[in-house]
């Protein structure tokens, strides 16, 4: 088990390298984390719901993602309230208290999933969530050291010290363990290190001689690490804009509950500029305007009136700025969205949309979750060119929108007609669509980003072939370099009987 000082210290990124090293060394892998709170989720292929960071762990280990790797996502949808996705189902909306009464019961989800992983795989590698030491939830815990007592699993502590204070936050959080959680950590690991590796001495000595728990490895920052993020936590802490190769800016709105952000990553991996801004100068200067996914599609347009973003957005429009709205930004960018059911904003609502598409939104109290594959052919403005290109991605969403604008793309379902989905605009270059993973196909992506270039007298820019595989592999490779792998096969030891998998590994 993987668990952290506190949360963004980079569980996340060690689970998805061992996943990896330990797959290429011959094991079965599963990964699993009790309980994930993110807006950033992920869509099975039997529809089950999920948080990304499992899904991403899961390929990183050659296996389909099962919701049993994550059988609790919960999804913020205020301060105080979020979206309980049990078993890749959605069962309501509740407030923290209320969902911390429900812990208990929610426990024998948990251990379930856990133990059909435990049963199928040789190895699972468990992540936690935000901090053991979290004293005041230790009682309704079900996502850290319950799971590692229940397991027996040996921990893992990781420390980020990119942050500071490495030393105090290790320390700290094994003298807030209870004795018999303390004895499962067994080994500590600094992440995120910059810099001359000789340069630490002596503190990795003098943390293990402190707690009496050596320091197995000392991961250095990855530059430019191409790996989905777990949640929007990241784009608080860190400034995402890529090198501008292409001439090219991309303003995205920063919600407040911005989901599935990730669909932005293939346009910095193309070279263009990408900011998040949360204010209208924002959008000055910038080709493309992109609304993302939101968990909260009402109250963040109405964040987004309260700042002037609704009319900044209406204005780029009007002076030719491309603008993409993708899932809930698709839906705000319509005359009007209904909530007679009070299924996005909790009770009773509706809203005025923005008005660049000339569609409307009547929100369901079932949420819709599939794989799609899809087809867009040539149309004038950002879809013009030659032929139809193709691509995959999913939906997540609640609301049904419909209206008088031509469908941009046609979903392809196995064994049934194709069904339109998206619209755009009479201009052409406003466009909506529900698909997440939209700019995933390097067809589709360089389509887009070409004409808005040619548009703008901007160089088209080149959309590059991407293979997550091979990111993977970096980072399995960086890991294996600086975390003592013997040490981590001799946690296993004694613990693979009655596996499946291969015995040989290199090490």
């Known amino acids: 088990m993987i668990q952290g000082t506190a949360s963004s210290v980079g569980k996340s990124t060690i689970a998805t390298a061992l996943c990896r090293i330990l797959m290429q060394d011959g094991l079965s892998v599963a990964p699993f984390k009790a309980q994930n709170m993110s807006n950033n989720s992920y869509v099975t292929a039997d529809g089950g719901e999920?948080?990304?960071?499992?899904?991403?762990?899961?390929?990183?280990?050659?296996?389909?993602?099962?919701?049993?790797?994550?059988?609790?996502?919960?999804?913020?949808?205020?301060?105080?309230?979020?979206?309980?996705?049990?078993?890749?189902?959605?069962?309501?909306?509740?407030?923290?208290?209320?969902?911390?009464?429900?812990?208990?019961?929610?426990?024998?989800?948990?251990?379930?999933?856990l133990e059909r992983l435990r049963i199928s795989h040789d190895v699972v590698v468990i992540e936690g969530a935000g901090s053991p030491a979290e004293v005041n939830l230790r009682d309704s815990d079900i996502a850290n050291m319950r799971v590692a007592l229940h397991a027996q699993s040996p921990v893992l502590l990781v420390g980020d010290i990119d942050r500071g204070g490495v030393f105090a936050s290790l320390l700290g959080t094994l003298e807030l363990l209870h004795p018999d959680e303390r004895s499962l950590v067994r080994g500590l690991l600094i992440n995120q290190f910059r810099g001359d590796r000789a340069v630490l001495e002596p503190l990795p000595t003098m943390i293990a001689e402190r707690t009496k728990v050596p320091v197995i490895g000392v991961v250095p920052l990855i530059p430019n690490l191409q790996i989905r993020e777990e949640d929007a936590a990241s784009l608080d802490r860190e400034v995402r804009p890529g090198p501008c190769r292409s001439g090219l800016r991309a303003a995205v709105i920063r919600l407040p509950r911005i989901s599935n952000f990730d669909d932005i990553d293939p346009l910095l991996r193309a070279g263009v500029q990408v900011e998040y801004v949360s204010n209208a100068a924002g959008l000055e200067g910038a080709h493309m305007v992109v609304l993302p996914g939101t968990k909260s599609t009402i109250a963040d347009l109405r964040w987004m009136k309260?700042?002037?973003?609704?009319?900044?957005?209406?204005?780029?429009?009007?002076?030719?700025?491309?603008?993409?709205?993708?899932?809930?930004?698709?839906?705000?960018?319509?005359?009007?969205?209904?909530?007679?059911?009070?299924?996005?904003s909790g009770a009773p609502d509706s809203e005025p949309g923005i008005g660049l598409l000339p569609v409307r939104t009547t929100f369901a109290v079932e949420k819709t979750t599939r794989r799609v594959d899809f087809t867009v052919a040539a149309a004038p403005g950002l879809l013009d060119g030659d032929g139809p290109v193709t691509g995959t991605g999913y939906e997540i969403h609640t609301g049904r929108?419909?209206?008088?604008?031509?469908?941009?793309?046609?979903?392809?379902?196995?064994?049934?007609?194709?069904?339109?989905?998206?619209?755009?605009?009479?201009?052409?270059?406003?466009?909506?669509?529900?698909?997440?993973?939209l700019f995933?196909?390097?067809?589709?992506?360089?389509?887009?980003?070409?004409?808005?270039?040619?548009?703008?007298?901007?160089?088209?820019?080149?959309?590059?072939?991407?293979?997550?595989?091979?990111?993977?592999?970096?980072?399995?490779?960086?890991?294996?370099?600086?975390?003592?792998?013997?040490?981590?096969?001799?946690?296993?030891?004694?613990?693979?009987?009655?596996?499946?998998g291969k015995t040989a590994v290199r090490l």
């Not at 204005?315 to 299924?343: F, I, N, S, W």
């Not at 929108?401 to 069904?419: D, L, W």
């Open 50 to 113: 999920m948080g990304r960071a499992q899904a991403v762990q899961a390929a990183a280990a050659g296996v389909q993602p099962s919701t049993d790797m994550n059988p609790i996502l919960l999804k913020p949808e205020a301060d105080s309230h979020a979206q309980v996705v049990l078993n890749g189902r959605s069962t309501g909306s509740v407030p923290a208290r209320e969902y911390y009464r429900r812990k208990t019961e929610l426990w024998g989800e948990v251990a379930g999933a």
């Open 306 to 344: 309260s700042r002037g973003l609704d009319t900044a957005v209406q204005a780029a429009a009007a002076r030719g700025t491309a603008v993409v709205g993708v899932c809930g930004g698709y839906q705000m960018l319509g005359e009007r969205l209904d909530d007679p059911h009070g299924a996005d």
């Open 401 to 437: 929108t419909t209206g008088t604008s031509a469908p941009a793309f046609a979903i392809i379902g196995v064994g049934s007609p194709p069904r339109p989905d998206g619209a755009v605009d009479r201009s052409g270059w406003v466009l909506g669509a529900y698909i997440h993973g």
């Open 440 to 500: 995933d196909s390097p067809q589709v992506l360089e389509r887009l980003l070409g004409n808005v270039a040619r548009r703008h007298g901007v160089q088209p820019p080149h959309v590059p072939e991407f293979s997550m595989e091979e990111e993977f592999d970096r980072l399995a490779h960086v890991v294996r370099e600086t975390v003592d792998m013997r040490f981590i096969y001799s946690l296993l030891d004694g613990k693979m009987e009655g596996r499946t």
